[in-house]
Structure formats: structure tokens, C-alpha cells
């Protein structure tokens, strides 16, 4: 049984870093009810621009770049996990800003223009970057290995896993304490009316976007320094993210936390058992689930059933 | 006479013979163009592939993307029908038809009471599902380098027999499928069976008011899309001699929707045969000049999406239904003057 623990920890942190990928996906579903395939590629255009922030390409930046280069790792990796995520969420707002024409058509339209963007990010990403591996700093003082009651664990994990945690609770906090959390809810909920109370909804939904883009982009930076860099790592990010939002039930924040938890565990503990398998107990969980339940483990009635 | 013409007139039409004829003169022109006859074949196996694939997404508005499932399934089963088995042509095509049609079949009765957004997002989970498991069972299926020496087996017609190891050869085979695949679609779309999927594409609860077993329909579209995905996937894995994971992951099941969106599939039953032409004549002629002309392509996907639903063949059927091409041509004759 005490062997299990540390796999159970270890999918726990997981739980949480996928919680942290779906939340901007959740977003974006919640209000707009749109399914946001582009999500895995802002999240990698996340982690690229950080890339950029953090060791910026010297021939094109010169004398600049390389008093930049000067200053402490730190400072710069503080700086990219600052503005890195606004740069995704400019992205992300343009992005919106071409979807409005498949606004009030059918919901697959949205899917398939956001495939598209997907695409198009992705190869955009490989035409500037290059399409080898990269890897992305992080300061020393997040990095290495720490011994927590007689296990070894890597203490970026430990730092990630309080990002995505820390995170959870900010946008908990501005969804359900802050007026404007309100406006987006009470959006997500009965837009229509929302418009009738005079409040500009397209500009709520261009910054619902950008939130949503914005979390995606730091999701990326906070989880590329696990998964490596590369210019399709987004479709690991996007497959879960749409999973845990099925499996949680599309619109509930709460449900989304829930979902990325339990496919963390999910992972994890198969993982202990058949390490090469473990990836798929996420899809069987969400067959079983939705088999199950059809709006998730705690979804409402959905526009997005219709 | 009369009655013959009419019995003909409902399996073929005019279109269809000149889409015929043109892919039967392909391989002595296509070289001339700088193209190559290997070419020919992948274009004719997406084509079957692209057209079972409308029969969902065109005739009963389901938008699948995990396809690719599908097309890998019938070419690891024609493979390791090969491989395993014995060699033969017809037997293995068969058992990969079925070996598709039994995985979509299962996986249709966990779709077919899902509808929009909640059907696509299942579609990719079953997609994935069987991709991960091609891409770790290697026992089976050799993980991620996939069945490799999958032969062509000689097709044997009563006595004689034909071999397919060239690609003219091959292509022919591939065209004549094409061409079966064709009538018995075209045949389906016309059919109260056709008709009851596009019911169902413009109003599913009106249609199950009417009193068609919904459920039932959209399984059977299903499964009948993911048998011929299977055909086109036995196809290929004669054509690449070697099945892998690739054709089935999220990415390449995203391409096949991207194709059928592009050509028209919505709007005409010749939308997949042109978005096909379109992909891999961009694949080779763009590809020569950019690297990443994945990118252009997905460009015009997401422009064909914002503006232009309908696809090519939508544009065409604006273009010669409005007389807009008397216009251009009056436009012409202005400019001589």
C-alpha cells in the first residue's frame, strides 16, 4: 500500500497541472460554448514566446539581446511568466476577433475554424522556431530535487504543481468574487440577457478569449519544462483539456477542477501499474463517465447538447 | 427502352462518367505534368475514403474527427491478414472491411445518441483510443514504425491472375473500387435511406417526431462510413506496403474533415473527389516551393470556413446558378474594347 503513495502524489500534482490546462478551456466553453481546438497551440505559443523572453535569439535582438542575456535568470524567467501570457492572450483576442463570422451558425463551424487556427498556429510556430526540440530555463532555485519524507521528487514538479494550484484559486476568485466574474457567468448563462442589461458582449467575449488564451499560454510555460518543447506539444495539452472538461461537465468551474484531478489520478495510479498503458485510462474514464452521466460529473443542461 | 434508361439513370449520371473517364486517362497524363503515377493511387484511395467520410459529415451533418481510426483499422487488418494469414487480395480486403465495420459498429452505438459539439468530442476520444492502442501494442501491430513488407497480392479472376506490384496496376485496382464505391454512394444518397441522414442533418428532432428511428439511422451511417474508411485503408496499406499509426491520429482524422469542408462536401456529393484533388495537388505543387505549405493550406481551410462554407463546389454552384459567368465573360468583352 505505502508503494502506491508516491504515485498517488504524483498524480495529484499531475490533477492539478491538467486542471490548470482546462481552465482557460473552460473559460472559453463556458461563456462562448465553443469547443477551442487552438487551445494546445496557444498553449505552445505560450511557452515559446516565454522562450523568447527568457533567451532571446541574439542575431536578431544584437547589442540588446545581449545585455538581456546579462541579467539573472531569475529576473528574466519572472518577466516571461508575466508577460508571455498577455502576448498569447493579443493572440488569442485576434483570434476571436476572425471567429465572429461563425457566431450564430452551427456550434461545428467553431470547431472547425479553431482546428484551422490550430494549424496554422502550429506551423507558424515550426516556421519560426524551427521544428526540433527546445528546452525551456527555469531559475535554479526551482530546479533540482528535493527529499520529501524519504522520496526523491523533482522540487519543479513540487513548484508547478503550486502555479497551477495558485492559479485555480485566482481565477476562483475573480469568476466568483469580482463583478466581472459575475458578467461572465451571468454571459455563460443567458447571454441574451445580458446584452438586454446593456452590457457590450462582444467585448465580454473578446476578453473571455483573451483570458482564456492568456491561461492556456501559462499553462504552457508552467508545463513545458516537464514535457519538453516542441512544436506539436499542444496536442498533448488539448486532448486532456477537452477531456477533463467532458469528464467534468462543461460550464462548472468546480467540475473542471474535479475532472483534471481525477484524470491526474487516473494516470498516476495506472502508471504504477502499466506505465506504457497509462495514458489511456483517461480516455476509458471519460467513455465511462459520459457513457454514464451524458453532462459530465457536474455539468448542467448545455446549449452545447442541442 | 424507356424502362432501361430509367434503371440506368438511377445508378449513374453524366457526372459520374466524366469523373470516370477522367481518372481513367489519368496515368497517361499525369507524367506529362511533372507528376508522378504513385500519385494517382493516394489521390484515388483518399477519394474512396473521403466519399464514405461525406456520406457523415455531408449527408448526416456528424462531424467525425477520429475517421482515421477507421482507415488505420482496415489497414492493419489487411496487413496482418497478409502477413499472418495467407496471401490474398479479395479475402484480405474483406476481412479489412469488416474488421472497420465491426470497430465502428461498436463505437456508433456509444455516438449515436450524441448530437453537434458532443459527438465530434467523442469521435476524438474513440479516435485517440485506437490510436494509442496501435501505436503500444507492438506485438500486434509494431508500435510506432508500424507493419512493415505487407506484399501486394496478384488479384485473381477465375483462371487468370493480374499482378499489382506497379503503380499503374494498382491505381487501376484502386479506380475500379473508386469507381463501385461510387454507384453504391450515389446510389444511397438518392435512396428514402439518403434521405431520412439528410433529414436528420437539417432537423434531428423533427425527423425522430416523423417517426424514423433516429438512433438507428445515424448508426448505420456510422458504421458504413467507417467500413468504407476501412476499404480505403486496406487500399493503402497495399499502396505504402506498411501500416502505421500516423493515418489514424488526431491530426490526419482533422485532415480528412479538412479535405471534404474544402471541396464542398456539404453542398455536393463531388465536394471529398475535388477537396482530395486540392489537398495533394497543394501537397506536391506547394510543397516543392515552401516547407511549411501545411500552413497556406490551413490558411485556405480557415478562409473556405469564415467565408465559404459551402466549399469549392458551393462557390461553383453560386458561380453557374447566379449567371455570374455571363457577367465575367461580358466583363471580358468590356476589357477588349
Redesign the interface.
Known sequence: MSQIIPHILNGLSLGLLFALIALGFMLIVGVMEL?NLAHGSLFALGAYFAMMIISPNLVWTGAVGEFWQAVPLSLRYGLAILVAPVMVAVVGMGLEF?MR??YG?????G???T???A??IE??I??VWGPSEQYLQVPQAISGAVLFAGLIYSKYKLFAALFAAGAIVLVWFFLERTPYGAIIKAGAHDSEMVRALGINLSRLRLLVFGLGAGLAGFAGIVLTPIWGLRP?VG?DAV?PA??II?LGGVGSFWGAVAGGILVGLAVGITGAYAS??S??SM??L??AV??VR?RGLLGKKSA??? | MDALQAIVGRWVSREMLLFLLVLVTLPIWIEPFGLYQYLGVEIVIWMIYGFGFNLLLGYS?L?S?GHGAFFGIGAYAFGLFQVQIFENLLLGIMGAVAASFVAGAIVAC?LSH?????F???T???G??FW??AI?WHALTGGEDGLLNIPRPALEVAVTSVGLGSNVALFYFALSVLAVVIVVLWRLVHSPFGKVLQAIRQNETRARFVGYNVWLFKWAAFSLSAAIAGLAGSLFSMAQQSAYPDVMS??AS?II??MT?IGGGFVSFWGPAIGVAVYFLARDVLGTMT??W??W???L??LV???K?EGIAGAWQQYVGTGSHRRVASLFRLGRK
Not at chain 1, 105 to 109: F, L, R, S, T
Not at chain 2, 114 to 118: A, E, L, M, T
Open positions: 469547443i476572425c463570422r461563425t451558425k452551427k456550434a461545428e463551424y470547431l472547425l475554424m482546428f484551422g487556427a494549424l496554422v506551423e507558424a515550426r516556421l506539436h496536442i486532448i477537452f477531456l467532458v506504457e498503458w495514458l489511456l480516455y476509458l471519460l467513455i459520459v457513457s451524458a452545447l447538447e442541442a | 451533418g462531424p474527427f456509444f450524441r448530437r453537434g459539439i458532443y465530434a468530442l467523442m476524438i476520444a474513440f485517440q483510443v494509442f492502442i503500444k488526431l491530426h482533422g474533415v479538412m469542408l516547407e511549411t501545411l500552413l493550406f490551413g490558411l481551410f480557415v470556413v469564415l467565408f462554407p
